[in-house]
């Protein structure tokens, strides 16, 4: 456990030693609150609910993931630090893990600041304590399921733009699969794996409050096989 | 300690490695030297497990790195060709990242990192950050990182490269003095450098061993044998026929006797072959040994002849160098 922590910290560490991490709390928080009360518009609706506000944060996840996670990887690559951290006493899956938790204390930092909007409309209405909860929960697994696969593309790449435009394309694909079944008639089977595969099917569950055990795993195993083929990809580069 | 045999290693149709074996026992300190692209950065990675390769084993205390790396990265120490080092670190907070990396226990770090800073002399720009410092420095910052957990083996690639002539100075002295206690593998296309450091040399070109040994055994192998220049006070009345004798000396060859003066002082140039003492065979590891030098003074005292000069004449480790690997 412990070196994982250490990597985590060095992470964190050159989060905040740049722009990136205060820029991207920033933004996420700022467009979040704008969305939720000037355009959704929560104050004139007749509805004690965060489904607004969570609604959205999928779609920014979609370019705010990549953001935290284009560095990771690619950034050593490029550097020539990876050769110091590959050849310290730490084994691939510890890097990765590091790396992982690093981000995901990041986005949990930043969705501690989002605790500022419940608090601030819950003494207005009566709301629902479990659905808030649910919400916090899909919220924390999805970004979960990103941040993996954000390393996974920067694992492979020497360019922080590069693996930020691809994390971000192929988080979009997975986020909204499902549409594939509002624009064509696929086969039956076909149709319900693709709905289920959509990360988006699932996040909807959780935004009504539903702690689903599909979505869960789902999203668990996205984590684990991303973080899993990350490992993978720094012992392969070791062989070729 | 290191054993290397039979190793190759390609990056796709470039192949950097072809069937390199070589050991390197405890305590030495070996330079590995080439042109660029001769391998030796190659080399250097599959030492510290950053690369495995594709054939042959690599040994470090008698265990495969590819099947340990992490009980083998915890005995080694590495600075990486152009010293890569996270620039959003000040020197101070970089090494302590290291300790704590390196699993040096909390209670040493401090200790450990100042003993580090001391020794490479980073004292003025430890609270800097990384990113603005100049290449000397990040170059000692990062032996001072390689050094910093006290490591049985040093691995370092190019250590003085970027380095003005004082600096090169310091950190050969430093070196020198971790070699004392500690194996080093070093890289470096300077040939002073392995002259000044190194107990023993691989040349290497073109992904091969293209000659291993001292700086003067190489030297000596090269050129077929040691050359040496000598005079000698003879007495009054000799001539050169004193040195008719040297001829049947083991190993001489092609003397020439360059000076006469006066009859008394008598100037040679004479080479000798390595290897000729009495039941070795010319060439091998005992002939290489074979000290003409004492043999030229035995000589000389069976003849009464006194030695004025006696000078080898050794071909310098550049000209080889060009020679190997051209």
């Known amino acids: ?240 | 300690m290191i054993e290397l045999t039979e190793v190759h290693k390609s990056y796709g149709s470039l192949k950097a490695v072809a069937g390199v074996s070589f050991s390197i026992k405890a305590g030495e300190i070996v330079g590995l030297l080439g042109p660029n692209g001769a391998g030796k950065t190659t080399i250097l990675k599959i030492l510290t497990g950053f690369h495995y390769p594709d054939s042959g084993s690599a040994r470090v205390d008698g265990l495969e790195i590819s099947e340990a790396p992490l009980l083998i990265k915890r005995t080694l120490g590495y600075l990486p060709e152009s010293a890569p080092l996270y620039d959003d670190f000040t020197v101070r907070e970089y090494l302590h990242f290291v300790a704590r990396a390196r699993r040096i226990a909390p209670g040493d770090r401090q200790r450990r990192c100042a003993a580090a800073i001391e020794a490479c002399g980073l004292s003025s720009v430890v609270q800097r950050p990384i990113a603005t410092l100049s290449k000397g420095y990040r170059q000692r910052t990062g032996l001072a990182q390689a050094m910093l957990h006290d490591p049985d083996i040093l691995i370092l690639d190019e250590p003085t490269s970027g380095l003005d002539p004082n600096q090169i100075l310091e950190i050969r002295r430093l070196i020198r003095s971790l070699g004392e206690s500690k194996t080093v593998v070093l890289s470096t296309h300077i040939m002073q450098e392995v002259e000044a450091l190194c107990d023993r040399v691989l040349i290497l070109n073109k992904g091969r061993i293209a000659a291993t040994g001292t700086a003067a055994q190489i030297a000596a192998e090269l050129s077929g044998g040691a050359r040496y220049a000598i005079s000698v006070i003879a007495a009054p009345g000799s001539d050169e026929s004193v040195f008719a004798d040297v001829e049947h000396l083991a190993g001489v060859r092609d003397v020439r006797i360059s000076r006469l003066e006066r009859a008394v002082r008598i100037s040679a140039e004479l080479s000798l072959l390595p290897g000729v003492p009495a039941g070795a065979e010319a060439g091998t590891r005992e002939g290489i040994d074979y000290d003409a030098g004492a043999a030229l003074f035995d000589w000389a005292v069976a003849h009464g002849l006194r030695i004025s000069e006696l000078q080898p004449l050794r071909r310098s480790l550049e000209e080889l160098f060009v020679e190997l690997t051209r």
């Open chain 1, 1 to 240: 456990m412990k070196p994982v922590v250490i990597i985590a910290r060095r992470e964190l560490h050159s989060f905040f030693n740049s722009a990136v991490a205060y820029i991207a709390v920033t933004l996420f928080l700022g467009l979040t609150a704008v969305w939720f009360f000037a355009i959704y518009g929560f104050a004139a609706r007749d509805f004690a609910s965060l489904r607004g506000y969570f609604g959205l944060m999928p779609f920014l996840f979609i370019v705010l993931l990549p953001a935290i996670t284009m560095r990771s990887w690619a950034e050593e690559n490029k550097s020539g630090t990876a050769e110091l951290l590959l050849t310290m006493p730490f084994s691939e899956l510890q890097l990765v893990l590091g790396k992982f938790l690093g981000a995901l204390v990041l986005v949990l930092i930043m969705l501690a600041f989002t605790l500022a909007v419940p608090l601030t409309v819950l003494p207005l209405a009566r709301f629902e304590i479990g659905e808030i909860v649910g919400q916090y929960v899909g919220t924390v697994l999805l970004a979960c399921a990103g941040l993996s696969l954000g390393q996974f593309v920067s694992s492979l790449s020497r360019n922080q733009i590069s693996a930020f435009l691809i994390s971000s394309l192929l988080l979009l694909l997975i986020s909204v699969l499902h549409v594939v079944n509002a624009v064509s008639a696929l086969p039956r089977v076909l149709a319900l794996t693709v709905n289920h595969l959509s990360l988006l099917t699932h996040y909807e569950s959780f935004a009504r409050g539903l702690i689903d055990s599909r979505g869960v795993v789902h999203y668990a195993l996205l984590t684990v096989a991303f973080l899993y083929l990350s490992a993978r990809v720094l012992v392969i580069k070791k062989w070729s």
